[in-house]
């Protein structure tokens, strides 16, 4: 018996063919499954000779045809019978045509299939092989080569139609096959004795991936071959000649797409390139900084911090193992990373670079390791400064082994660099309370004006163990520094890397004076027109020696060869096949889930260059890429691991080579050990963290926070993501967008007041440059740069707000510039000025009687929002003032709902405004923002108080109530109500546009927008859980509607492929929820407390009562001192005490109006411009601890108070002000500023003040905090 494929294409049946040969000489017997043909192709391709190529031969050098002597029905024969059955209908000249096709084709199968013999080199299958795949009504089936496989099952009548006769098979005993109108038959032959052998499998590529090619049977007469070799041999070449022009043209299909899955499928999947695992904080950045303290001042860890370089992310496992962008490989982002990390090499190795390159590439290969690095280049897109060099830094090395990725430590990864003098990071490590508070400190100091220089020293100063990095970002990179990252590591990282420096000192860089050759620019600039030849000119000066494949970007030189990607049915491949290793099912685990639960993923398959050679031809190898798509993927997957701790990570930067085989194919079966497949590695062999953070809970070990500058923000954020905005929104949108930014960030009042008048500027300029065409964020630093570099040079105070810009600016000039007009302390005001209002304050948000509110509803249908608007506008005495409210609702408003609101809000600007209708989305929410600008009102949004899920805000229970409410609704204005045919289908739709945020990140947004946050109480705390039916219908209507939208977008439910499962769906919808009733009224809040408590917030909110939900990010960037800050009114009642004590107190006392001018007391300890950023972040160990204050003497002159203060202890810790003489200043007058007060004691020595000692202290408790 041997095996023939027959190959179903849109194209129809085209050939047969052995593993190694044509088919071409005398049999026999045979028996021959073919498959179904299109119509298309019998009136096309079923003629006497291929003049075209029309289907690839695979790798495996098997050879297809179609090998056809007799005569056929060709193209000419179908044109002249349809023009004799003119007359006749369509089906009836269909069904003419195919009978006599069929006709014809049986006839050519009679003569012919009798001329077929095996080759030698075939070896037959046993002769107890089941041929079941023959059934009539199997299409497309496996064919496999154990004796107790059926597809069909056991005891399948199509199985036990199959007599044996000991060695012996008859094929008169087939049924014929039945494929639509086509009955094709074989030849009747005699019994045939089938020979001993064992299975090989077939596999041919196919046109397109949605073709299919699949196995057939034939068996064959053992008989004696009466040719000579000869014969055959020359046979053999006829054939092959004639067909050479037909497959040497031919086009491979894609990877894949050939190979069949059955039982004895087994996949091994390895991760060929990764970087850390993506985690998300769910506590606030204020939280897991106290959460780093803590851990490091009781010992338990070590907080690192490393400079975080504006780049992208680069991964490289060898010439072999492949170089791997982001989510991509085989482009010039890669191209480009080898080529500097090639040129590392040349820097550091000199004339020796070449061999030690071929030895990078051999040490990675064989211990299967990746680097990953940031790739800091100019050629690739601007980020917030273009560096001065094009440079990498590595950032992880990896051991990716057999199992679970093994993450260096920090100090090993820097004693792998040095080893093989690769750039390293400037690292520092932090061990006790004191370094571990005043690196917060110093960064809260400097977020808003640091630069690379000024940040560098800072943390130099103040930190435990500094490693600075072998590439000076000063000189490398530039001043503007994006920001840092900090994480916390093992207790004993500082002791590693003590051991690591010392054993391992800088390498030299033996290049450093030779001749490289050209810069990455230079090529980049001398190949602008074409991407291709930028990738080739850059891979062939790396040179053979580095890069001697290159497979990933131009595939194996064969442009005929198979697509670059991999057919998309080998996922599902994948999936069905058994894992061979324990890798491979945890791989498999991670997929399953994130594609169960629909996360934001792709998992996109190429073929592995790389492979071809290597693995077993009947193997299918490729390359897989496990690309998340949004931050929420990686939040949702984190949850999962929580429930699931035996799940693996989910890594940024997700490569997996995965090889499928058959474990009958002894060559494949050399690839894997198969004494225990799905063995289950120990720790050891699957890996363990070994990044520094050994000994720690998986929450604290993942600890990890960025902290960026903005100097770095307002070029990246403000001015390149705002050019979107800008271009096509407008002016007005674009000073929104940056001042949300800004308001998001915590930035300091004075600030925003700088950047606001620097960021109008820029709009001006670059649209009065640009015109109507959009400058490209790839290259806005081009014109960016040279506004800010003009800018800058009009006074020190914009050189501090831009941190650096051209080569005029330098970094000592700005350190300490503090902003103009303010007092150094920011304490005092003069008698004569008028505080401005800050959005950055912490006080509470008010609404003046004179300015209006809106309240919106960013809800669903059925969250009641119109009926609480009614309750609201009936309620006595209105909010508490005499402001009037109006509803407007959407359901009545034809037309643009929302300028009919911001016409209203024009006519009544004091008014409060009920927005009664859904705002659900950013959209709507930029519109009530202009709004608010434009008549000076407040937004507060009023939402249903709900749990929410991974992905939207809302909870399955409170949508099963939302529906439940609309489906109890009658003659609903909106006609949205019970007799809505598809109800259930709209209330889905407004479900789905929160989709993608939590309950968390949607009410932090909303808090950063607006302000305050009004929750509607919604559903009991005490509730049962929701009932599986309704939980299932609910969950059936989720995965119904993501079929649905997938396909047909947003077309209405009543039309598309899925209306009669909408209707039946909504049916049964209405069914259970009704069954359910009682339950689902009873887990509601009553509706008049849920009124009661959204009036009280919205009084509290009108009267200025309502302070603003704390959201994630705390408010940084204005320390610009440290201070003990005492109660203002304690030290009212000290002065009161000292005017009834002290005359002279009292005589100058009488006209100070202390209530208006002192309203906020302090003692200095540091101050920023004075004694440097290291000296205020040294109190941050104190910071928010109690500390007393001595006041001892009273000190005034014509313009200047203050008191005398000796500053207590705390935790047994004196603590000490750098200010020479320490006091409490509590009043200037005109002319005079608050550091005028350090001039007191001189002053009264000169005789010009006046100095009262005080009988006895008096002693106020304070607290130590930065200002």
Known sequence: MVKLASVSTSRGLLCLGTRNNIISTEEKSATIQWMSASRSFLSLKLSFGLSAPLFPHSSHRRFITFLSHSPMVNHRQHQQHHRDQGRVSSSTRD????????????????????QLQISESQRPLTSNTNLEFLRPKTIIVPVHASEDYHP??????????QPETSGQWSINSIPPIQYGTISLFTTPASPTKVQKGIWMPKAYSTVSGAESVEESTINVDSGTDTKSKNDKETDRKVVKNSLSTVFQRGIRGPTGAEFTVDKNTYSQAQIRATFYPKFENEKSDQEVRTRMIEMVSNGLAT?????????????????????????????IYTAVGVFVLGRMFNEAWGVNAAKKQEEFNEFLEKNRMCISMELVTAVLGDHGQRPLDDYVVVTAVTELGKGKPKFYSTSDIIAFCRKWRLPTNHIWLFSSRKSVTSVFAAYDALCEEGTATSVCRALDEVADVSVPGSKDHVKVQGEILEGLVARIVSRDSAKHMEKVLKDFPPPPLDGAGIDLGPSLRDICAENRSDEQQQIKSLLQCVGTSFCPDQSDWFGDGDANNHSRNADRSVLSKFLQAHPADFATLKLEEMIR??????????????RNFHKTVTSPKENATFKMVIHVHSDSGFRRYQKEMRNNPGLWPLYRGFFVDVNLFKVGNESAADSVN???????ETNERTGTNASGTDGLADEDANLMIKLKFLTYKLRTFLIRNGLSVLFKEGPNAYKAYYLRQMKIWGTSYEKQKELSKMLDEWAVYIRRKCGSKQLSSTVYLTEAELFLEQYARRSAQNQALIGSAGNLVSAEDFLAVVAGGRDEEGDLRLEDEIPPSSPGTTMLDTVPKHEGVIVFFPGIPGCAKSALCKEILNVPGGLGDSRPINSLMGDLIKGRYWQR???ERKRKPNAITLADKNAPNEEVWRQIEDMCRNTKAIAVPVIPDSEGTDSNPFSLDALAVFIFRVLQRVNHPGNLDKASPNAGYVLLMFYHLYEGKNRREFEAELSERFGPLVKMPLLKTDRSPLPDSVKGIMEEGLNLYKLHTNRHGRVDSTKGSYAKEWSQWEKRLREILFVNSEYLTSIQVPFD???QRVVEQLRAVAKGEYTTPATEKRKFGTIVYAAVTLPVEQIRCVLDKMADKYVKAKEFLKDKNMEDTLKRAHVTLAHKKSHGVTAVASYGEYHNKKVSADLTAFLFSDKLAAFEAHIGSVEGETICSKNEWPHLTVWTGTGAAAKDANTLPKLVSEGRATRIDLDQPITVTGVLDFH
């Open 901 to 903: 609101v911001a016409e």
């Open 152 to 161: 069909c099952g056991q005891d399948s009548p199509c199985c036990s139609q």
């Open 1089 to 1091: 407390y849920a009124v």
């Open 674 to 680: 198969y004494s225990g497949l799905l063995f289950k």
């Open 593 to 606: 889930l994130m594609r169960q639960k629909h996360f934001p993923a792709a998992f996109k398959c190429y």
């Open 303 to 331: 907080l690192e911090v490393s400079l975080k370089h504006s780049g992208s992310l680069f991964m490289y496992a060898g010439h072999e193992g492949g170089a791997y962008a982001k989510n991509s490989f085989g482009n």
């Open 95 to 114: 069904q003419q045509w195919r009978e006599m096709s069929k006709q014809n084709i049986n006839e050519s199968l009679s003569t012919h299939v009798s």
